[in-house]
């Protein structure tokens, strides 16, 4: 069945960068669009951009513009999402998900990612 | 930049009522509207998508209108597994949006 397997919980400090991954199973990983999202606590949903795992063609979100960096390994059928400059506001659950907004919406389970010094 | 406005940001209702959330773009999106609901803790669950078109596995008791700029969501005879937050989200733009959210609780 179609899945996306996020890695593991992050604790990083202020000023560090991150890397999530997102690994894709069950379909043709390069025929669709990787969005990723994210969710502060207590808050809601933040769309972060999209990748088209085909060609590599990426958009991200003004706020993050310059921050983020979403790029994909298609032999291995990975999504990577990279933060750099971390701050506390940072603080989030990040998921990955395909083909937002579709029928062929699927999402990974969230990756726990704490700010802290 | 397209902007979503959700309305109620909260709402509390009783098992089986009907329910309606609404969405306004600050621009015209055409009928690229999708509708998701999040519980605690969960990844979110699309239920409309294309403004209107119900997901698959998804109980008719939901519903979804609109196109433009103004699209609501329907919950008909409320049940208590519905009780959740709930997202409209724009695909209309390459930039995609959130609404605010829509949390819809027990009275």
């Known amino acids: 069945q179609v899945q996306l397997v996020q890695s593991g919980a992050e604790v990083k400090k202020p000023g560090a960068s991150l890397k999530v991954s997102c690994k894709a199973s069950?379909?043709?990983?390069?025929?669709?669009?990787m969005h990723w999202v994210r969710q502060a606590p207590g808050q809601g949903l933040e769309w972060m951009g999209w990748?088209?795992?085909?060609?590599?063609?990426?958009k991200y979100s003004e706020k993050l513009q310059g921050r983020v960096t979403i790029t994909r390994d298609t032999s291995a059928s990975i999504a990577y999402m990279e933060l750099g400059s971390l701050r506390s506001e940072d603080t989030a659950v990040y998921y990955c998900?395909?083909?937002?907004?579709?029928?062929?919406?699927?999402w990974g389970q969230g990756t726990t990612v704490t700010v802290s010094s | 930049d397209i902007h979503m406005t959700q309305s109620p940001s909260s709402l509390s209702a009783s098992v089986g009522d009907r329910v309606t959330i609404t969405c306004r773009a600050n621009q015209t999106i055409s009928s690229s509207l999708s509708w998701y609901q999040q519980k605690p803790g969960r990844a979110p669950k699309l239920l409309i998508y294309a403004a209107s078109s119900l997901q698959s596995d998804v109980p008719p008791r939901f519903s979804g209108s609109g196109s433009g700029t103004d699209f609501t969501l329907t919950i008909r005879s409320l049940q208590p597994e519905d009780f959740a937050t709930y997202y409209c989200?724009?695909?209309?733009?390459?930039?995609?949006?959130f609404g605010q959210g829509t949390k819809l609780e027990i009275k």
């Open positions: 069950g379909y043709t990983f390069a025929s669709y669009t």
């Open positions: 998900a395909r083909g937002v907004g579709s029928p062929r919406d699927v």
């Open positions: 990748i088209n795992a085909g060609n590599g063609n990426t």
């Open positions: 989200l724009q695909s209309y733009s390459v930039f995609y949006a």
